[in-house]
């Protein structure tokens, strides 16, 4: 097995192990509950859940979605979670290699499956995840690339800033959960924040459309669509070519 195919293993393994605790985050955090006590239990019948009943996705496709004690269904979103995670990670290995500063995106990455799962289920975005990822990521650009700390401290200011005023323009459409999780994009992706906002904005603009068509323009309107999800989608894109985008739109600009 070569070096590339091992750090890739290593890597789809992790993800998929930490998606799993991932969908125990997404499922307490928002109810204040601890993330390390009682053991993982059905949500159903309450019977706690068995170390072979708890591998990530096998247990679910060998238990055909469903509680072994009580037989009530368990979500299709718990093994998809597990399964985005490791996907991510393994991307971010192949695209950044096993360098040091590949910890601060893989961080980032885990953190905006979660926010993303809690988001759609609960319309937040809590602070418990978006507070210890800001002080990460400036611990570990500080640490690993020092040199970029300037540059993406100005990018958080920037980015949080532009939302915060797009928020106080229209308090319906985006909340606080979303300035503070684009100053954070700011914060590790640096400049490359700015195709992040961009795909972001498009990506929640054409779903609201979308809506709109579905549903006629008085229900549409009235319908509410998180933000968090567009933005960890427009991060997840720069955290893979989001230097590249920048990099392509300012040469552009030479031509």
């Known amino acids: 097995m070569t070096s590339l195919t091992l750090d890739i293993t290593l890597a789809a393994i992790a993800g998929l192990c930490f998606g ?3 969908n125990v985050v997404a499922y307490r955090l928002p109810a204040g509950g601890s993330l390390m006590a009682p053991p993982s239990a059905c949500p159903g019948c309450g019977v706690a859940i068995r170390p072979f009943d708890n591998v ?17 269904p368990i979500s299709a979103r718990y093994p998809l979670t597990e399964l985005a995670t ?6 971010v290995v192949l695209a950044r290699g096993t360098t040091s500063a590949v910890w601060l995106d893989l961080t980032f990455v885990a953190a905006l499956v979660a926010i993303t799962r809690i988001d759609l289920e609960h319309r ?13 990521a400036i611990a570990l650009t500080a640490i690993f690339v020092p040199g970029q700390l300037p540059e993406r401290l100005i990018a958080g200011a920037a980015a949080g800033g532009l939302l915060f005023v797009a928020a106080l323009a229209y308090p319906g ?5 979303d300035v503070k999780l684009a100053a954070v994009m700011g914060l590790v ?9 961009m795909i972001a904005l498009l990506a929640g603009t054409v779903a609201g459309v979308v809506v709109i068509a579905r549903r006629g323009l008085a229900e549409g309107r009235r319908t509410a ?6 933005l960890a989608l427009g ?4 955290v893979f070519v989001g230097d590249d985008m920048v990099s392509a739109y300012l040469h552009a600009g030479r031509i």
């Open 56 to 72: 990530p996705v096998l247990s679910w496709l060998a238990l055909r979605g469903r509680c072994r004690a009580c037989r009530e």
């Open 189 to 197: 992706l640096g400049r490359a924040v700015a195709p992040a906002l």
């Open 124 to 136: 937040i975005i809590p602070d418990r995840i978006v507070a210890p990822l800001a002080v990460a």
């Open 20 to 22: 799993s605790f991932l």
């Open 86 to 91: 490791g996907a991510l990670f393994t991307g």
């Open 235 to 238: 991060s997840v894109i720069a």
């Open 225 to 230: 669509i998180p933000f968090g999800p567009f």
């Open 173 to 177: 459409g985006m909340g606080m959960g």
